[in-house]
Structures are given as structure tokens and as C-alpha cells.
């Protein structure tokens, strides 16, 4: 068995890359790598790699990790600039036995040293999203809203499994703001014995769950990927509400090592890639109804709207 899941409709070119490698045997360290790199390297998400929305001082930080499950490694990088594929300096990290988290010049230096591509990942395009913000921000607009991770899972047949993450965080974020997609547990957690997960949203909120983790752990209790990621979301949400007054986005997805996957949400509007030896890729949306989440294919009609809309020439 095989399988691949990601966040959001931007995955799916990179999940059906994926596709290839894992149906031929391919590794799942090296498959995730692809689908990752796809995302990474297209200049109309703009909230990932190349393109990625900047931050206060319109300067494109980004974060990114990589887990393998059968190890247990560990590599990610965070506020790292000016190189192409921040997932594959996590991949490349997570070799080491220390030094395995690396920050801004830290992690730019050894991507340096290693020869991975540099490359100014500030687009024209995402300059105006930036300045069109300023001038929002005088109109109250929420500073953060405009930010999605792409976080995945991955099976091959070997039955190992891995999970990586790659965004530029939050738009307008701190320099040196650090999400939840290079920590380990919060924003990705792979066990080949088990499963894994991955979470997309409001950073700051989904670490106050450890929620990766937390959804592997109730799969190792014996929870379907579907049940946990559930689980995991409603608890987290609500404890949120109750200490907090809110919770931010919350929004994950999981595979265990059976190749069944789960998705869960508090948002309107959550989409989703997968693909497994069953299934070919498939986009859907998801969403809560009482605790509960229900995917539905997306229809052809969203699918073209969505790229028209990524696509559409913007006007300062
Ligand atoms: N979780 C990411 C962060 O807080 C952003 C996102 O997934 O939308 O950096």
C-alpha cells in the first residue's frame, strides 16, 4: 500500500508527482521531497516558496521541515531567505545527528555551504499584496489573514512513512516569526509504526496543542486517522474557546500506516489533496458540521475558479 495526503488545493500537482515515485516503489522521503519542491517552486501560491507573501519588512521568510518516520529524524529550517526549496535543506538536515533545527543566517549558511539554489523569492506580485496591505491596514483589515501551509503525509510501499511542511507563515508575520510547520509535533509528526499528521492555520494556536502529535498518539490508541484528526480539533478548539475567548484556524490532515487517511476543521472552506494506490488524486473540501467533518469531491466548476483566481492579474 501506498499513499499521499496534503493540505489545501495547491498539493495536488505535487501529490500526483508523487504518485509516479510511490507506484514504482519510489521512497516516501524522496517522493514528499517532489511534492513539496512543486508547491515550493510555483510563483502563484502565495503562501509558499517562490512567491511566498513577506513579512513586516516585505522580506520572504520561510519555514519548512521534514520527518522521517522510521527513524524518528528530524531536520526543518525556520526564517530562512533567499533559497528555492526550504523543504529540501530540512530533508538534507534531518542526516544529522545534532544541528538538526536551524534559524535565518544559521540555516542560509549551511544551504550555502550544502549548494542549495539560491534564489530571491520576493515576486513582483507578491510586492503588491504587500502594498496593497499597507494601505489596508489604515482600513482595519485583519494584519494576518492570507497565509496556508502545505503540510503532507507520506506511505510508500515499504511501509515507511514521513511528513514535511513548507510556507512563508503568516503574511505581514515579525522578522523572526516561527510558526508551528518547522516544530516538531505541532505542525508535522511522523511514526512508521503508527501514522502521521500534519496541520495547517494559525500557528501560534496550533502549537498550544502539540496537535501532530496528538493526533499520531490517539492513532496509536487505536483511533481511525478520521476519528483522531476529529478528535484532536474539537478538543483543541474548545479548550481554546474556554481558556481564550477564540481559536484561531485550526485545520490537519493524516494517514496512518494502513494508508487510511483523515482530515478535520473549525474553518469554512478547508481543502485537500490526496492520492493512494485506491484513489487517484482527488481534491476535496471539507468541512465541521457538529463535530463532525464531511469531504466533498471539489467540482469542476471550483477547481477552475480557483486557479482563474490565483492567476488573475492584480491591480495595485
Ligand atoms: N501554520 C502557519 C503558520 O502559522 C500558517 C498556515 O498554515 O496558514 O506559520
Redesign the pocket.
Known amino acids: 500500500m501506498w499513499g499521499i495526503i496534503a ?1 489545501w488545493r495547491m498539493a495536488v500537482e505535487g501529490i500526483t508527482k508523487a504518485k509516479e515515485e510511490l507506484e514504482s516503489g519510489g521512497d516516501a522521503g524522496n517522493a514528499i521531497e517532489t511534492a513539496i519542491r512543486e508547491v515550493e517552486d510555483f510563483p502563484y501560491y502565495k ?1 509558499v516558496g517562490y512567491g511566498g507573501l513577506p513579512n513586516e519588512e516585505m522580506e520572504v521568510e520561510l ?1 519548512a521541515a521534514f520527518m522521517d518516520g522510521n527513524t524518528l529524524s528530524i531536520g526543518a529550517v525556520a526564517a530562512i531567505k533567499d533559497f528555492a526549496n526550504p523543504v529540501s535543506i530540512a530533508k538534507r538536515l534531518a542526516k544529522e545527528k545534532v544541528n538538526n533545527v536551524l534559524v535565518a543566517e544559521g540555516a542560509e549558511k549551511f544551504a550555502h555551504k550544502e549548494g542549495f539554489e539560491r534564489k530571491n523569492m520576493l515576486t513582483d506580485r507578491a510586492k503588491i499584496h504587500y502594498r496593497k496591505r499597507v494601505k489596508e491596514l489604515s482600513q482595519e483589515i485583519k494584519p494576518y489573514s492570507g ?3 502545505v ?1 503532507m503525509v507520506c506511505l510508500d510501499q515499504s511501509g515507511k512513512m514521513t511528513a514535511a511542511t513548507s ?4 503574511f505581514m ?1 515579525k522578522k523572526g ?5 518547522p516544530i516538531a509535533g505541532s ?1 508535522f509528526y511522523a511514526d512508521s509504526e503508527v501514522g502521521g499528521a500534519s ?6 494556536d ?1 502549537m498550544k496543542g502539540c496537535i501532530s502529535y496528538e493526533i499520531v498518539r490517539l492513532m496509536k490508541e487505536g483511533m481511525h486517522p478520521q476519528l483522531a484528526c476529529e478528535t484532536a480539533v474539537n478538543h483543541l478548539h474548545a479548550e481554546l474557546t474556554k481558556r481564550r475567548g477564540e481559536a484561531g ?1 485550526l ?1 490537519v490532515i493524516a494517514m496512518n500506516n494502513q494508508g487510511e487517511w483523515g482530515v478535520a476543521t473549525n474553518i469554512e472552506g478547508f481543502s485537500f489533496a490526496v492520492a493512494t494506490q485506491k484513489e487517484a488524486p482527488t481534491v476535496y473540501l471539507t468541512k465541521n458540521v457538529d463535530g463532525h467533518c464531511i469531504h466533498e469531491v471539489a467540482s469542476q466548476e471550483w477547481l477552475d475558479n480557483y486557479m482563474r483566481t490565483r492567476m488573475a492579474p492584480l491591480e495595485e
Open positions: 493540505t503562501s519555514d497565509h496556508d501551509t503540510g510556507t512563508s507563515g503568516l508575520k516569526r516561527v510558526g508551528d510547520s505542525g496541520a495547517t492555520g494559525l500557528g501560534e496550533l484556524d485545520s
